[in-house]
């Protein structure tokens, strides 16, 4: 089964920077998408960020447009969520999850990492 390992959450002050990593394994295809998620209490979960290994084509929410950068070490299975100029608004549980393909759905993703804590103190 695939297994996912998301880490480098923490907590920063606004306007700081944390690069979360997302480490894939178990799986033989090359061509899947990698999507980060997050969930602040009492809110429903949503989508931050995706990228699709075969092309590095990225997505991004309009909330963390031009703050967010996503990429993919496809020699490493690994994707990353370089997050710059956070805010408050952004502290969540960070999700990363995986589907074969290209998702164009969250249902499309069928294997979930456990999360990281990201924290943005005013």
């Known amino acids: 089964d695939v297994q996912l390992q998301a880490s480098g959450g923490g907590l920063v002050q606004a306007g700081g920077s944390l690069r979360l990593s997302c480490a894939a394994s178990?799986?033989?295809?090359?061509?899947?998408?990698i999507g980060w998620f997050r969930q602040a209490p009492g809110k429903e979960r949503e989508g931050v960020s995706c990228i699709v290994s075969s092309d590095d084509g990225a997505d991004y929410a309009d909330a963390v447009q031009g703050r967010f950068t996503i990429s993919i070490d496809n020699a490493k299975n690994t994707v990353y969520l370089q997050m710059n100029s956070l805010e408050p608004d952004d502290t969540a549980v960070y999700y990363c999850?995986?589907?074969?393909?290209?998702?164009?759905?969250?249902?499309?993703?069928?294997?979930w990492g456990q999360g990281t804590q990201v924290t943005v103190s005013s």
């Open positions: 999850a995986h589907a074969a393909g290209i998702a164009d759905v969250p249902s499309n993703y069928k294997y």
């Open positions: 178990g799986f033989t295809f090359d061509d899947y998408t």
